[in-house]
């Protein structure tokens, strides 16, 4: 049940073209070639400085090394690197008991909910109860603020979980003061 006047759109734009024509001129479109244009053509052309690489044999991955000199400035002795190593058996896992002392001597303790290994963003969240108010801060490890980290005390069983998010509903925790 077409009416007469719909049409295609194929059609319309077809007719559109053919009547936008000229038909006394031939159409000899050619395509429009855009050269450079100097201000001034009389000076010569300005070179650009190439560089050469930077000394050293190249590297099939350049952000590795990057990172690794990163960690290695931020952390010399490479304790926090041991501390949070997934091959350490002694490393800090959720669900420990974390002191953490900035420079500014301010402490934080709290339980680990959850690591974020990121290579020199690597960074943990404590969560602690102040009058019965959680609070949760997040820590970047080689952050130059960070004095020192320590384990105060182990979680008596493996954590099933690698994020203990859970714990911040009280019935889940099955403290009593709720």
Request: with cysteine; aromatic share 6%; charged share 25%.
């Amino acid at each position: 049940m077409a009416s007469k006047s719909f049409r295609p759109l194929t059609t319309l734009l077809h007719r559109r073209a053919v009547s936008t024509r000229s038909t006394t001129t031939p159409c000899t479109l050619r395509p429009r070639i855009h050269f450079a244009t100097r201000p001034n053509p009389a000076l010569p052309r300005r070179r650009i400085k190439v560089y050469p690489p930077p000394p050293g044999p190249p590297t099939k991955d350049p952000i590795s090394v990057l990172t690794a000199t990163q960690i290695k400035a931020l952390d010399p002795s490479g304790s926090r690197a041991e501390l949070f190593s997934r091959s350490n058996p002694q490393a800090i896992r959720p669900g420990d008991i974390v002191y953490v002392r900035r420079k500014n001597g301010e402490p934080f303790s709290g339980v680990l909910l959850n690591i974020r290994r990121c290579g020199i963003d690597t960074s943990i969240l404590l969560r602690d109860h102040l009058t019965k108010l959680g609070v949760e801060m997040w820590l970047k490890v080689y952050s130059p603020i960070i004095d020192s980290i320590n384990l105060v005390q182990r979680k008596e069983k493996k954590a099933r979980r690698a994020k203990l998010y859970y714990m911040r509903y009280v019935e889940a925790c099955g403290s009593g003061d709720g």
